[in-house]
């Protein structure tokens, strides 16, 4: 056993990214500012896409956009249930109704078909999810949206450095990207969107900040005109300078960080590959990308132990695990005040008592991850 902890995660930052906190702590301009202004434009830079907006979070920016498209009661968003709980929770607060679509039980990641079969006359959006850092089949599911008039909104939250058929994934679409803790760059908590949507921006700049014709820090004028009027009613939603600063330090080296992630995950798949009992997630099929490796995540397939007594043992033997995540649908809200059910969706439900995301973070070594698949080995011969 491990003398030692593993965590689950750890977030990497050296002293270059301390500096830059520090730098701007000492520059008297601590909240949305001139580092908000930079890393909009290095992520529009990263990602090939003309707008981007600093958010407090992702889910802010779910919550933002949702208002901006102007979706409400009546409408019906459609997206996966195994997902962070934040998407179905705006949804339903927007007072739309979340629609989720089953998932291939191998990847893990929503179908264009799965998408097509959830579609009627009240659906006004598609959010198709990212999962662990591989993308969806996007050309596949934008057709189905085009072919139905409906817009899409992609959740990046784990894909950032995530490539489709050779481009970054929400280049062309809006997406929005996460920052929290355990993401592979963050600042605690943050997010950002990125869209070509010029209209959709104003709007959610508007939004973000009280709802004031101008945005907390005007590029031109270096600050917010003290004679910006409240356009419509907004909320709070701006990112820090020191958040900024933070992920701007990280951004220069996303493509290191995601490097080695890949490595420790490619050490992974090959000493897991003759383990029996637990199944890693398989790539899709039909078109080229490059992983983001935000997550490694195997299904506990072992018929003499569960999921969460895996978890258990592996923690008494200094392995931290994660779970992401829970199947939405059949969390307690939504089972009773939205009707969902068991055997609603079957690959989604085999997955989601199954899925356990292992130990996956840069300043990890070789080392680290054949300890982890020992004690794997060693639960699972106990079992």
């Known amino acids: ?21 520090v730098s701007v702590l000492k520059s008297g301009w601590l909240t949305n500012g001139p580092k908000n202004a930079e890393l909009e434009d290095k992520m529009c830079e990263y990602t090939d896409c003309r707008y981007a907006v600093a958010l407090s979070s992702a889910t802010a920016g779910m919550h933002l956009l949702l208002e901006a498209m102007n979706i409400g009661p009546g409408d019906e968003v459609i997206t996966p249930a ?30 264009p078909e799965a998408i097509e079969k959830c579609i009627t006359e009240r659906t006004k959006l598609i959010i198709p999810v990212h999962y662990t850092g591989v993308p969806v ?37 809006t997406a929005l990207y996460s920052f929290h803790a355990i993401k592979n760059i963050t600042c605690g908590e943050g997010g950002i969107l990125t869209t070509d949507d010029e209209e959709l921006v104003k709007k959610i700049r508007m939004l973000k900040f009280h709802g004031l014709g101008v945005d907390a820090f005007d590029r031109e004028n270096k600050g917010r005109s003290p004679q910006a009027e409240v356009i419509e009613p907004g909320y709070k939603c701006n990112l820090t300078d020191i958040c900024a600063a933070l992920l ?6 996303i493509e290191e960080i995601n490097s080695k992630r890949a490595k420790l995950a490619m050490l992974y798949r090959e000493l897991l590959a003759d383990v029996d009992g637990v199944d890693p997630l398989h790539d899709p099929k039909g078109y080229d990308f490059k992983h983001a490796w935000h997550l490694f995540v195997v299904r506990v397939t072992s018929d003499k132990i569960g999921r969460d007594s895996f978890m258990a043992k592996l923690k008494e033997l200094n392995i931290g695990t994660g779970l992401h995540f829970r199947t939405i649908h059949l969390q307690k809200y939504y089972r009773e005040k939205m009707g969902f059910k068991p055997g609603d ?12 995301s292992l130990p996956l973070f840069p300043a990890m070594n070789a080392d680290d991850v054949r300890d982890v698949v020992d004690a794997i080995k060693q639960v699972l011969a106990n079992a």
């Not at 929770?89 to 929503?110: E, H, K, W």
């Not at 701007?248 to 080296?253: G, K, P, T």
Request: with cysteine; charged share 25%.
């Open 137 to 173: 089949d996007i050309d596949a599911i934008q057709a189905i949206a085009d072919k139905h008039r409906i817009p899409v909104v992609e959740d990046a939250a784990h894909a950032l450095g995530t490539f489709y058929k050779g481009r970054h994934i929400g280049g062309k679409n």
């Open 82 to 111: 195994l997902t962070w709980v934040s998407t179905a929770n705006m949804i339903a607060l927007s007072g739309a109704t979340p629609v989720f679509a089953d998932i291939d039980r191998n990847t893990m990641l929503v179908t």
């Open 345 to 356: 969706l079957p690959d989604t439900e085999w997955n989601s008592d199954r899925i356990c």
């Open 248 to 253: 701007l330090s990280q951004l220069e080296r």
């Open 1 to 21: 056993m491990r003398k030692d902890f593993l965590p689950f995660t750890r977030p990497e930052l050296n002293d270059n990214d301390i500096a830059e906190v």
